[in-house]
């Protein structure tokens, strides 16, 4: 396996694809993921969901299933959650005005199966763009948080962390225990009002022990 498929895919179970509910792989787990990482981004369930489809998303949304999956994930539903297929239902029980959008044109980050979520509620909004590249396996190219817009390399797991500008020894802090429990290869830092944000590029994957650790040790940490 050369080493472009390597950076996109961190073991062979990747490539097979994840156990689901759904008839594609790309079109329906890996929506799921992206939308299981809006719902950690958000930190929560939105009132409010603009989904954004573009290149074959846009084309075949409807017939693979990536509504209702999009809508699983903003839960926080898992891609074999049997309650999948009735996501969108169950997402308008909780009050949840969700939206989908066919764009025309190509895809922003050049990847057909292209995602674009806006997810917002009266006084918090969040954006992500990504994609599935196969297998059930994404790539989170762009977010907004907080305000402040960050330019992803795409491949996962990346932390993002947002510390008060009072407490910035905790970025220290937390550098070096990831440089011991998840190495990054790319850091990077964003002024805000009142705090810094820091988002890290992950060289392999986290195990949930590690997840649990940094959400005990780093409140409201973001693990994707």
Known sequence: MNDSVNQKYRSVFDIIGPIMIGPSSSHTAGAVAIGQAGNKLFG????????YYYGSFAQT??????????????????????????????ARKRGIDIRFVEEDGNSPIGHPNTALLD?????????LIGCSIGGGTIEIRGIEISGIKIDIAGP????IYKIPSNKLYCATELMNYLNKVAPYNKQQ????????????????????????????????????
Do not use: Q, W
């Open 156 to 159: 996962l797991p990346i932390i």
């Open 119 to 127: 997810l917002k509620t009266d006084d918090h909004r969040v954006k």
């Open 189 to 224: 830092s964003f002024n805000g009002t009142g705090f810094v944000l820091y988002e890290f590029d992950i060289i392999n994957y986290i195990s949930p022990k590690i997840v649990n650790s940094l959400h005990k040790k780093y409140p409201g940490i973001i693990c994707l």
């Open 44 to 51: 929560g369930i939105p009132k409010k969901v603009t989904v």
């Open 61 to 90: 949304h409807r017939g693979h299933g990536t509504d209702y999956a999009i809508a699983a994930g903003i839960m926080g539903l898992a891609a074999d959650d049997y309650r999948v297929p009735n996501a969108i239902n169950l």
